[in-house]
């Protein structure tokens, strides 16, 4: 039998401070430092989106396909079961119309033994943004 190395068990802390590193970076515009913390063959699927693969894909949507300007991420749960993080939060911003923007939000990620995602998932309580 072999193990998938992305569904290895990693230590809980460490995923945990992975996964507000990247809101980090994603309300402070670093797109580039965001998409570093994708392996090269992490897929992202987001409602609405075709899915995006790698660090490339995360570039692509950051930088040029995403619907908002800026905001900023509120995480009210983060649960770890070995190499899966999910997340429960609350997103307040204003899209590039200008119009606000304010939501609540679940993503899954899993998290590989080196301290890359090898996936996520978004899900969102409101029409798509």
Known sequence: MTTN????PVE???????VRR?????????????AALFAPDALYRRPGYPPM????????????DRTIRA?????TNVLVDGAFVGVFGEFHG???SGDPVDLRFADSFTVRPDDLFADRD???FAPLV
Request: proline fraction near 4%.
């Open 122 to 124: 978004t899900y969102f």
């Open 94 to 96: 204003v899209l590039h």
């Open 71 to 75: 905001g900023n991420h509120t995480l």
């Open 12 to 18: 809980a802390e460490s995923a945990v401070r992975l």
């Open 53 to 64: 693969v790698g660090p490339a894909g995360l570039l692509g949507f950051y930088g040029r």
């Open 5 to 8: 190395p992305e569904l290895l």
């Open 22 to 34: 990247f809101y980090d970076l994603v309300d402070s515009g670093d797109a580039d430092g965001l």
